[in-house]
């Protein structure tokens, strides 16, 4: 049992929570009000706590302290900066799982053609400006990434009867519109597609309406 005046020299090292949390500033001016600690400042990069933050002290929350004795507070940096992980020909899953070895969040996912890489494997991930992020590039931990997926090959309907391009282009996704003066071929036969338009290499997307210039 602990006597009163042994009690009244020391004071319980209050508990850090999501409701008692406080800014630096905030805890310091808390301290110099009431002469029971000094707050000593190791500053620490923590990846879900805003920069300025007290994420805990030492010694830890429950010890007992004598009073004006000196307790020192764990400050947050705020979040530590980690790579970016190389995604290369990876499904959806296995991105999102390399993204959260990392603290990252994998965000929303797009769809792109691509003639060279499979269904379903990520073409590359975006930061929240949609600019594209390269292997080993420098983001915050806890930050979100979105991923451009690739939707497979766009089909090639040149040559084809427009009903039939229209039917294969659908199928992808693709809404197909006869549009344009036409144009003359010795090769395709009237009323077949002889080009699309935006051409292949403009990375059409699922949902996009391309133009077929018929023969």
Do not use: W
């Not at 209050?14 to 905030?26: E, G, H, I, Q």
């Not at 001016?29 to 000094?38: L, V």
């Not at 594209?132 to 766009?154: E, F, I, K």
Request: glycine share 10%; with cysteine.
């Amino acid at each position: 049992k602990v006597s009163a005046d042994l009690r009244a020299r020391y004071i319980p090292v209050r508990k850090n929570s999501s409701s008692t949390s406080f800014s630096l500033v905030a805890t310091t001016k808390r301290s110099i009000g009431k002469p029971i600690m000094r707050a000593m400042c190791p500053a620490q990069t923590l990846p879900k706590l805003p920069e300025g933050t007290v994420k805990g002290t030492t010694p830890p929350a429950g010890s007992q302290v004598e009073r004006s004795s000196e307790v020192r507070l764990i400050v947050s940096l705020g979040p530590n900066p980690v790579a970016v992980p190389s995604i290369s020909g990876q499904t959806l899953d296995q991105v999102r799982t390399e993204l959260e070895a990392v603290n990252l969040i994998l965000g929303t996912t797009s769809e792109e053609f691509n003639d060279f890489v499979d269904k379903g494997s990520v073409l590359r991930l975006l930061d929240e400006n949609d600019q594209a992020l390269a292997a080993g590039s420098q983001v915050l931990a806890g930050a979100t990434l979105n991923a451009v997926v690739s939707a497979g090959a766009l089909p090639d309907v040149a040559g084809l009867a427009v009903d039939e391009a229209r039917e294969i282009l659908q199928g992808v996704g693709i809404t197909g519109v006869v549009g344009g003066d036409g144009a003359f071929s010795d090769t395709v036969p009237e009323g077949f597609v002889v080009e699309v338009l935006p051409s292949r290499s403009a990375t059409p997307r699922p949902g996009d309406t391309v133009t077929l210039i018929v023969s």
